[in-house]
């Protein structure tokens, strides 16, 4: 009883934790039961390569009203020998997914910004031919990633986590694609700089679950967390934004 009254606050917020990887997490079953007691309803499921897309559809399978699936190849796994079984597995199956995702360029890792690149391309049109948004992962390489998103002529971005430069985050806003907030809001002042700027309705929440902050391996429960910074940055009350940010995700993956 004492429970229910506790989370009775939370039961009537509906969340969408707009980029989680599921498939990473240790007990993924757990983290939807526990984002459920505290009313974040739907999950936005990433994924990195071949394997964590099996498994992220088999866990939407699984949550059909809870875990909504993105099938992707982020830059991070990315090697020559998995490019043709991975763009074939995503050419087959992105129709059953709300969005590509992750996919990217990430500088900062050891592999080949040319084969990034080709990859990336690759993927960015499989998601033009399908109509699908893309989950964009963008560090170290803002401008070059936002040019090939535009360039590729895709109909919806969101760049997640997004703590580059404003100006390319205008260039963001004004080629009508979304930025996304993490938990990393509660500390980095590049990121907090970005969701200042960015239009409240451009942007989506999430937490990029099981991503370390601090000591704490988050989970989608913590998109409250999310919420609350992102609520003290745009000085407006949380159910209020919480009904923006919702709104946002539905749109943008077409919930
Ligand atoms: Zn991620």
């Given amino acids: 009883m004492n429970l229910e009254n506790s989370h009775q606050k939370h039961r009537q917020t509906d969340l969408i934790d707009g980029h989680a990887h599921l498939s990473d997490m240790e007990h993924p079953e757990r983290a939807v039961e526990n984002a459920l007691s505290v009313g974040v309803n739907r999950i936005i499921a990433v994924s990195m390569n071949l394997e964590s897309c099996r498994k992220t559809l088999a866990l939407a399978d699984r949550f059909p009203d809870n875990v909504f699936p993105a099938i992707g190849y982020h830059p991070w796994s990315v090697t020559a020998e998995d490019v043709e079984d991975t763009l074939l597995f995503i050419r087959q199956n992105l129709h059953r997914c709300v969005a590509l995702g992750e996919v990217g360029l990430d500088y900062k890792v050891k592999v080949k910004k040319k084969l990034q690149q080709a990859v990336f391309s690759k993927l960015l049109n499989i998601a033009v031919q399908v109509h699908k948004p893309v989950i964009i992962?963008?560090?170290?390489?803002?401008?070059?990633?936002?040019?090939?998103?535009?360039?590729?002529g895709v109909e919806k971005a969101v760049f997640h986590w997004y703590s580059g430069p404003v100006e390319i985050l205008d260039k963001i806003i004004v080629s009508g694609f979304y930025v996304s907030a993490t938990p990393a809001l509660a500390y980095s002042s590049h990121h907090q700089a970005a969701m200042s700027r960015a239009p409240v309705e451009r942007i989506l929440i999430e937490t990029d679950a099981p991503v370390q902050y601090g000591d704490h391996f988050s989970q989608p429960a913590d998109l409250h967390g999310t919420l609350l910074h992102l609520s003290r940055i745009k000085n407006m009350p949380e159910d209020q934004l919480a009904a923006i940010v919702t709104k946002n995700t539905k749109r943008f993956f077409g919930l």
């Fill in 137 to 152: 992962h963008s560090r170290f390489s803002y401008q070059r990633t936002y040019e090939m998103v535009a360039e590729a």
